[in-house]
């Protein structure tokens, strides 16, 4: 079965800082990773994706991740925070053996301080 | 393309009632997703179909859950002698067959059951 973990319900940064979101996830088979945002009482937008290839994946509105194998991680980052950065930020793994759904992990709120 | 869209995007109903909810994949996707969204928590993966063929189920899909996509196009959700419980964001999603894993969301219905 497939599981994400993402450390850290809601996370806190100044605007102009370092955004450091963190997926881990487990996965019997070499895994789909994504990330997606989610604004309130929207539905989820894509923001970044590992497939194959280049482990270092560039997305949408500055933001990128890494996908380390030996750590089970897909950590998600951006050099400079903005206000409109605020939101629900969700990991998700492709489930394996298949199956076809997202497991998502159970999301990071983005709180972005002046 | 337009988009997923969902309709519709909130429904009120008492404990009981059967609710049906639709949803319009982007046009030539032929791969169609239910998800369930609870407060604070991220989307769960309900049901999956392929053109109109219901392919993957999970055990979050209870006997009164049921849904269809008769013609491969929309598809429908319905739930019979609702709970509170099922109280929740309802998330449709769609993508392309082949290699293209992203899945595209829709803005959700918010469903309450008083």
């Known amino acids: 079965a497939q599981s994400v973990t993402q450390l850290g319900s809601h996370v806190s940064v100044s605007e102009g800082a370092l955004v450091l979101l963190r997926c881990n996830y487990s996965?019997?088979?070499?895994?789909?990773l994504f990330w997606y945002v989610q604004y309130p009482n929207q539905g989820l937008q894509l923001l970044l994706k590992y497939t194959t290839g280049a482990t270092l994946v560039k997305g949408i509105n500055g933001f990128e991740a890494e996908f380390k194998k030996s750590e089970t991680s897909f950590h998600l980052t951006k050099p400079s925070a903005h206000m409109s950065d605020a939101a629900e930020y969700f990991c998700?793994?492709?489930?394996?053996?298949?199956?076809?759904?997202?497991?998502f992990g159970k999301g990071t709120h983005l709180i972005i301080q002046p | 393309d337009t988009g997923v869209s969902q309709n519709p995007r909130h429904k009120i109903t008492k404990r009981g009632q059967n609710v049906t909810f639709r949803c319009d994949p982007i046009s030539e996707h032929n791969r169609l997703y239910w998800y369930r969204q609870t407060l604070g928590q991220g989307p769960e993966f309900l049901t999956y179909?392929?053109?109109?063929?219901?392919?993957?189920k999970s055990r979050l899909l209870s006997d009164r859950f049921s849904a269809e996509r008769p013609k491969g196009s929309f598809s429908t959700l319905e739930i019979q002698r609702t709970e509170q419980g099922d109280s929740a964001m309802y998330l449709c999603?769609?993508?392309?067959?082949?290699?293209?894993?992203?899945?595209?969301f829709g803005p959700g219905t918010r469903l309450l059951v008083l």
């Open positions: 996965s019997s088979v070499p895994p789909y």
């Open positions: 998700a793994v492709k489930s394996g053996g298949g199956a076809d759904g997202l497991t």
């Open positions: 999603a769609s993508r392309g067959g082949g290699t293209q894993e992203t899945q595209y």
């Open positions: 179909f392929q053109n109109e063929a219901q392919l993957e």
